[in-house]
Structure formats: C-alpha cells, structure tokens
C-alpha cells in the first residue's frame, strides 16, 4: 500500500495570498486525487491529477483557483489561490492502493485563512 | 450528492459488537460498497469493500443484504480507537477514484 507525505501539515495564511500543498508518493501511481473537508463536513472531490495532462475538474473548481501540478508518477500540488476565509478547510490527496483495493489518503493540511 | 445514507450518530461500549447500518437503495450491479474511517485529525483509511457476497478481513465484517439495498459494517469488538467518523460509499465503473463521502456515521465507543 502506497505511503504519502504531505506537507505542509497546517498554517495559516493571509487572504489574498496563496498556498501551494505538496504530496509525495513512495511509489508510483497513475492517478493522484484531490479532496477538500470543509469545517465540521466531509470530503468533496477537487480534481484529478494524471501525469503528463491537465488536471480534470469536479463541478464547482475551477483551475484558477486551485491550479495543479503533476510533474512526474510520485509527485503532485495544489494551489489555492488568492485565498479568502472561505478556503478554511483540510485538503487531502489521495492515490489507489497500488494492487489492493481501496484509496489510501494522506493525513491532509490543515489550512486556516485570516 | 453522496447515494447511500447512514445514521448521524452510533455509540458503542468497549469490547462489544458494532452494526454500522447503510441503505444505498439506487446502487447498479456493477458498483461495490466500500466503507471507510476517518480517525480525529487523520486523513479516511480504508476498511472494507464487497460486491455482492458478505465480506471479513482483519478489521471488520460486510454483511450486503441480498437485494444489495443495504448493508452492514460489523466491528466484533469495538475498541476505543475505533472511534471515527465511518463512510459507506458506492464506487466503481466510470467513478473510479472520485469517492462521494456523505456525512457518515460518528461513531463514539465508551469505555
């Protein structure tokens, strides 16, 4: 099963500034996902990041807004950008459990905006 | 919107069985049922999945009703690190990777 370091683990940023999150993989995987918990709710899918193309979208994310990168097979960032309170949340990544069943998560950063 | 429902909120005490109920009454006959925890401050952590037929591994049971309308997550033993949110989740086909969480079940153990 895949591991996956995630950094940063927390901070807390002025609004109108940007935070770009990392995610490494000990191994490597196909398809890396990106999640968002909100405040006290579950986890929503940003987008997906595939190696060599352009991050695919969920309804409601746009690509200004949170920009990724996906440089290699270990590797991926997000970016939030020019943040506002509302981006308040924890952002997950995530990758399939390289043949096993099931998706393994990171344990998120936890971002606050003032 | 997430496609299966579960209760808010479930206690158990230490050392006893826990029936985690979820209905996910609109699921095809292809998707699998997978259930996932999300320990306090941790990222959801795999638990199980079954498709049709009931389900045991080192962690936990899925018992699938036989018209797959329902199902049910068994802890044998609750424990106090079992703690956690639980989500049952449809997944599968032209969805792989993109998990819809819906709220889940908060499940408290007592001492």
């Known amino acids: 099963s895949a591991v996956i370091s995630q950094k940063p683990s927390r901070d807390i940023c002025q609004r109108g500034t940007s935070l770009t999150i990392q995610c490494q993989v000990d191994?490597?995987?196909?398809?890396m996902f990106w999640y968002r918990q909100q405040p006290g709710q579950s986890l929503t899918l940003i987008a997906t990041?595939?190696?060599?193309?352009?991050?695919?979208?969920e309804s409601g994310f746009v690509i200004d807004k949170f920009p990724i990168s996906r440089p290699n097979l270990t590797f991926s960032t997000l970016t939030v950008s020019n943040m506002s309170p509302e981006d308040s949340s924890i952002y997950l990544c995530?990758?399939?459990?390289?043949?096993?069943?099931?998706?393994?998560f990171g344990s998120g950063t936890r971002l606050t905006v003032v | 919107d997430a496609k299966t429902t579960q209760p808010n909120s479930m206690e158990s005490n230490e050392e006893e069985p826990v029936h985690l109920p979820c209905n996910h009454s609109?699921?095809?006959?292809?998707?699998?049922i997978h259930w996932y925890r999300q320990l306090p401050s941790q990222g959801p952590e795999y638990v199980i999945h079954?498709?049709?037929s009931n389900v045991n591994n080192r962690m936990a049971s899925l018992a699938i009703a036989e018209d797959r309308k329902s199902s049910t997550l068994i802890l044998h033993r609750a424990t106090l690190r079992d703690a956690a949110v639980y989500y049952c989740?449809?997944?599968?086909?032209?969805?792989?990777?993109?998990?819809?969480f819906g709220q889940g079940t908060i499940l408290t153990v007592h001492p």
């Open positions: 990041a595939n190696q060599g193309s352009e991050a695919t979208y």
């Open positions: 989740i449809e997944t599968g086909g032209t969805s792989y990777g993109k998990l819809t």
């Open positions: 079954g498709l049709t």
């Open positions: 191994s490597q995987v196909t398809m």
């Open positions: 609109t699921i095809s006959g292809t998707d699998y």
């Open positions: 995530s990758v399939d459990r390289q043949l096993l069943w099931g998706y393994t």
